[in-house]
């Protein structure tokens, strides 16, 4: 990693409030319009120049300071004024929080566009980017086509909200992160806002925003098929509408990878790009695992050179897609760097890949998977923690149907996204498939490739629900996750189907009995890339802003495991138990204590669906000693289930000092879709 501290132009910063155009709600307080807060680091020249925006609701003054000095002033050294804004409702920003992705929202979020593009130091020209939520929102709002908007860079962000987020997946409801991820918003967003930065009425507008607070698990569990909430946001309904150039990048371990071989395929050659990583969900010169880093930052500064600056550098002549292909591996949790090479294609699909029929063998196979298969399927945000990635699969195949096809004396490399199809008979009206495609080494060694899941209620598409006819053989087909993966000579290709995946696919009642499935016309199809030279792919290594300089206090409590298994044996019951692990104790150069602990719970008994459960407990706090302030936030949320919904509780509690200033549950049963 190679830090700098000097740049070709001098920076500065200063925080700003941008007004939203137009009038407030009287949710929002009376007086005038919201204002949204931001950061603003720009060059030290007397010249206008392009602007970046970063837009998120995760707190610019604290909880991303120090990922935002690691490119914000890097940005600005290159000679850009890089800006990174606060999403209403969020850390200090006026108004309250909404729902993610939300119309206003994404309306913001244009209107910042524009009040950039006015200012006197800016040439009128902007550019978007962001991990993840910022990804997300820069595709959307490209999508609404403000004039100035010229190009963003979208990294581990998704085109299709309902079936590539963190809500469903092949039309199941996923339970580790549908549930995970509403705590945690929960939690984030009854944080106050700073008194340091908002003055003395930031108490006030802790209060305002606490009252508007509502659960988002309520909204995303009220719309179970893919209907029209979930297609606001997706831009996958209408590429045609991105009027802005797009350079999209991912990573293998992450489940947004596939958004990138979509938009490459669908989105004009002649202003898309994508780059697909080993990486996890996190930026690509971070350097965690797991690696190589690239020099990221160097490759969106000549992104922004040619589409903000009108550069003739070249960065239009790169391959269409760029990407990593790891060679076979053992199993393990995390890997600082993966064997692998890089590959280039100039067209996707590529004529590269062929896709090579394997077809299953044997007799009819009756499989009911016990409810616990999926705990060792690792965690759905790799974000380079140690236990992160998916374990040595053996005793998730052996609970599972599988199928092995030999590699002979040449490697099988694959690039792309498997199919499946499956002839399956259920007896039930309601299950899941979930197939998972592994390297099996000579040792016997079981890694995980990659994976998909299907609701056979969404086997007819995702915008409806539709029962298994009860004793009947259907096919169906459905696609794995995207990967590069090259099968070393001599190893094995395994396919295994399971009817369960807990806690990744939440269960329903009657899916214990799973299913049967007959491999006459049961196949896989493999995206077998061939042999051939290739044009070189290089990067350089990854640059950064020198540290922002937060410490980390030492503790002497003992660290839980990020990851535990615990089973009762008498009882059939499995509980696994998650350290997120998002940041810890952390104190900024300007004062601010800030402290957070979250664990999540995932229960099930192996025969009983209905006995599936999750439970989140966040613990916040911020301090300031200087001004005598303190604030705490704890929250708790559970769902569990029976026959014919989803019962959720929420909790808050805040408190000012020793103060409970603020405390609400929220108690509702959902129910689940018809099919």
């Not at 509408?241 to 489940?255: K, Q, S, T």
């Not at 990659?450 to 539709?466: F, H, P, Q």
Request: net charge negative.
């Amino acid at each position: 990693m190679i830090i700098r501290t000097e740049f070709p132009y001098g920076t500065t910063h200063e925080d700003v409030r941008i007004p939203m155009p137009g009038g407030t709600s009287r949710a929002e307080g009376s007086g005038g319009g919201v204002e949204l807060y931001a950061r603003i680091w720009r060059p030290v020249t007397d010249e206008p120049v392009p602007a970046l925006l970063e837009y998120l609701p995760y707190r610019l003054t604290d909880w991303t300071a120090p990922r935002d000095w690691q490119r914000h002033p890097w940005y600005a050294g290159h000679g850009y004024a890089s800006v990174r804004v606060d999403v209403r409702g969020h850390g200090c920003s006026g108004g309250n929080p909404g729902d993610e992705y939300d119309a206003r929202e994404l309306a913001d979020g244009v209107a910042v566009v524009e009040w950039l593009a006015e200012q006197p130091w800016c040439t009128g020209s902007v550019g978007m980017f962001g991990i993840s939520w910022g990804g997300f929102n820069s595709l959307q709002i490209a999508a609404l086509a403000p004039e100035a908007l010229k190009a963003v860079v979208t990294v581990c962000s998704t085109d299709d909200r309902y079936d590539n987020d963190v809500h469903y997946m092949g039309g199941s409801v996923l339970a580790v992160d549908m549930h995970a991820w509403a705590a945690t918003m929960l939690a984030f967003a009854a944080r106050p806002p700073d008194p340091l930065f908002v003055g003395d009425g930031w108490r006030e507008q802790w209060l305002a925003r606490l009252e508007s607070v509502e659960p988002l698990i309520h909204t995303w569990l009220s719309h179970q098929t893919r209907d029209g909430y979930w297609r606001h946001g997706s831009v996958c309904e209408d590429y045609g509408a991105i009027g802005a150039a797009v350079l999209a990048v991912g990573g293998w371990h992450d489940p947004y990878r596939d958004t990138v071989l979509r938009l490459v395929s669908h989105l004009p050659d002649d202003r898309v790009r994508g780059l697909i990583g080993p990486w996890s969900h996190q930026y690509p010169d971070r350097g965690l695992p797991p690696g190589p880093a690239i020099g990221f930052l160097q490759e969106t500064l000549r992104w922004w050179d040619h589409w903000l600056k009108g550069a003739r550098n070249g960065v239009m002549d790169e391959p269409l897609l760029r990407s990593w292909i790891s060679d076979s591996h053992p199993p393990a949790t995390t890997y600082e760097v993966l064997p692998g090479r890089w590959v280039a294609d100039a067209e996707w699909p590529s004529p590269a890949v062929t896709p090579v029929t394997y077809a299953l063998q044997g007799a009819p196979v009756a499989v009911a998977s016990p409810q616990h298969t999926g705990l060792d399927a690792g965690r759905f945000f790799p974000f380079g923690n140690d236990a992160d990635l998916p374990p040595d699969q053996r005793e998730e195949d052996a609970k599972s149907a599988c199928f092995e096809f030999p590699v002979g004396r040449e490697p099988v490399e694959i690039l792309g996204r498997a199919q499946v199809t499956v002839r399956l008979r259920m007896d039930v009206p309601y299950g899941q498939v979930v197939a998972r495609l592994c390297d099996v080494a000579p040792d016997g060694s079981s890694t995980l490739v990659t994976r998909g899941a299907l609701n056979l209620s969404a086997r007819l598409g995702r915008d409806k629900a539709v029962p298994w006819p009860v004793g009947a053989y259907e096919d169906v087909v459905f696609e794995l996750n995207g990967i590069g993966h090259r099968f070393a000579a001599g190893h094995r290709i395994r396919l295994a189907l399971s009817s369960a995946y807990w806690p990744w696919i939440w269960p329903r009642a009657g899916s214990e009995a799973g299913w049967t499935v007959d491999p006459a016309g049961s196949s896989v199809v493999l995206p077998v890339r061939a042999a051939s030279a290739e044009p070189e792919v290089a990067f350089e290594p990854p640059e950064q802003a020198e540290p922002l300089g937060v410490s980390y206090p030492a503790t002497l409590d003992e660290p839980r495991p990020e990851r535990l298994v615990v089973r009762d044996v008498a009882r059939g019951r499995w509980r696994l138990e998650v350290d997120p692990r998002y940041g810890g104790t952390r104190v900024y150069p300007d004062g601010l204590e800030y402290g957070e602990d979250a664990e999540e719970v995932y229960e099930i008994d192996s025969a009983d669906a209905l006995s599936a459960r999750t439970s989140s407990r966040w613990r916040i706090r911020l301090h300031r000693p200087e001004l005598g302030w303190e604030a705490r936030v704890e929250t708790r949320s559970e769902i569990s289930c029976d026959e014919g919904g989803f019962l959720t509780s929420n909790e808050v509690v805040c408190r000012e000092g020793d103060e409970v200033v603020f405390h609400r549950t929220w108690e509702r049963r959902l129910p689940r879709a018809a099919g």
